[in-house]
């Protein structure tokens, strides 16, 4: 039993000081340290981190480069709002984003500081840049906290619940899921087809494909379990949008920054977006948002219409500056991709094992282990989902699940395949136990989970 005195009582004052609608509980872990996938706690127990704060920190805990980075520019200076004045590193920063988005077309960037103003700010160029009000995204699809991206989101009912009305206008459309197609035995092929075929029944009876803005699509739809789409909706879908004069936004937030072994999800898709949505590891950790889209998109934004005090402050852009350097040079999206290929084998191995494993899928280090009571039904196994977590967690791993059964694979980019192979060891060792009724009912008191 590992001590846990000094974490539980940050945890017991955590409870009776901060919002409940700020937290879903995994288990008691007050951190302290963090470097590379490796994290400590306030007791000293050391855990390998495979949740990376939430896909946010692609190069590793505390990376030399971006801590040097933050250090040097905190010195000289913190914030002088980007609102009214200039700064260097913002436009070093926009010069770069603008080189890694993919679309050989003219680009401009705007500024935030997270995942979801960013939503927001597409939300705003789109109907300012098409004149159109209508916007479309996804069923299951996790967009953030601001209103805009709650109006676009529609995973969670507790998000929306009693705070409504949301933003009009906004409509959603089924995401093509390979794994629970929307009649049994679908292939992806005709799962894509019909999801296609939804929006074109939307646009024939009630969304006029002429008042449609944009659609805000993930590229991997993440919090709802990352479901990879097939390819052949991504094209489709883009063929659609030109078709109707219609923006195809990549909302990258949870799967930019290298995480799928490219710079941006969209690009496993051989799709080219007119704008993308960043956020996240975008800056290792510190707060900071970005959309990079066409400039004649991002032209007619007339101020204030979007803009924020401490937006793209210059210790932020130091921060995503040193990230996109140690990305680019420590050739992490390549050690990503081939680190991904190989813990997507292993998982595959354990569900030759584990009958309650029903699917493995992913791409790069976005993996998805989707447990179910039965493999003929695919219902969702919370139970197994939170008891493997609890006791990983035990045995020293940081790992968590979304959408009620998916355990959610998405270490720190710069994890090493011994600390990988490590993890993957404790979360093998972790099911075993599940299956063998050797982790209590008790423990499901503890774990909330998303
Ligand atoms: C796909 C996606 N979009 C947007 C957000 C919201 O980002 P933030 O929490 O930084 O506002 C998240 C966060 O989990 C996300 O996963």
Redesign the pocket.
């Known amino acids: 039993m590992k001590n846990l005195t000094q974490c539980l009582k940050v945890v017991e004052d955590d409870k009776t000081l901060t919002s409940p609608g700020a937290k879903i509980p995994y288990y008691p872990l007050a951190i302290k340290k963090g470097r590379g996938a490796i994290i400590e706690d306030l007791d000293g127990n050391h855990y390998i981190d495979m949740l990376a704060s939430?896909g946010a920190i692609n190069t590793g805990h505390c990376h030399p480069r971006v801590v040097d980075a933050i250090k040097k520019q905190a010195e000289e200076l913190i914030l002088y709002t980007h609102v009214y004045m200039y700064h260097e590193p913002v436009v070093k920063l926009a010069k770069e984003l603008i080189s890694i988005a993919p679309g050989d077309y003219r680009k401009r960037v705007f500024f935030g500081l997270?995942?979801?103003d960013a939503?927001d700010g597409a939300i705003k160029m789109a109907r300012v840049a098409t004149g159109r009000p209508k916007i479309v995204s996804f069923i299951r699809s996790?967009?953030?906290?601001t209103y805009g991206?709650i109006s676009l989101s529609a995973v969670s009912l507790p998000m929306s619940r009693k705070i409504g009305p949301l933003l009009p206008e906004i409509f959603h459309v089924p995401y093509p899921d390979p794994y629970r197609p929307p009649l049994p035995g679908m292939t992806p092929e005709q799962t894509s087809d019909y999801c296609i075929e939804q929006i074109q029944i939307a646009f024939d009876n009630y969304m006029p494909a002429d008042e449609v803005g944009a659609f805000i699509i993930?590229p991997i739809q993440?919090?709802s379990g990352l479901i990879v789409p097939p390819a052949k909706f991504m094209k489709d879908l883009r063929e659609l949008c030109d078709r109707h004069g219609i923006l195809l936004i990549s909302?990258e937030?949870?799967q930019g920054f290298g995480r799928t072994g490219k710079w941006f999800g969209i690009e496993n898709f051989g799709v080219i977006p007119d704008a993308i949505i960043m956020?996240?590891a975008i800056a290792s950790g510190l707060p900071l948002s970005g959309v990079v889209a066409r400039a004649e998109l991002i032209e007619p934004l007339e101020a204030p219409v979007h803009l924020f005090t401490t937006g793209g402050n210059p210790v932020c852009c130091a921060a995503a500056l040193a990230t996109i350097e140690a990305l680019r040079e420590e050739n992490i999206l390549s050690h990503a991709a081939e680190l991904g290929e190989h813990a997507q084998n292993r998982f595959r191995e354990m569900q030759k094992k584990f009958e309650f494993i029903g699917d493995v899928r992913g791409i790069g280090l976005s993996i998805g282990v989707d447990l179910v009571t039965s493999r003929e039904t695919k219902e969702r196994h919370r139970a197994a989902a939170a008891k493997i977590c609890y006791r990983a967690w035990e045995k020293g791993i940081l790992l968590s699940f979304f959408s009620g059964s998916v355990l959610r694979i998405q270490p720190p980019l710069v994890i090493s395949m011994e600390d990988m192979d490590k993890a993957l060891d404790i979360i093998e060792e972790s099911m075993d136990e599940f299956a063998k009724g050797q982790i209590p009912d008790s423990i499901l008191e503890t774990v909330k989970g998303w």
């Open positions: 939430a997270c995942g979801s939503n996790y967009h953030g906290s991206a993930e993440g919090d909302e937030v949870q956020g996240k």
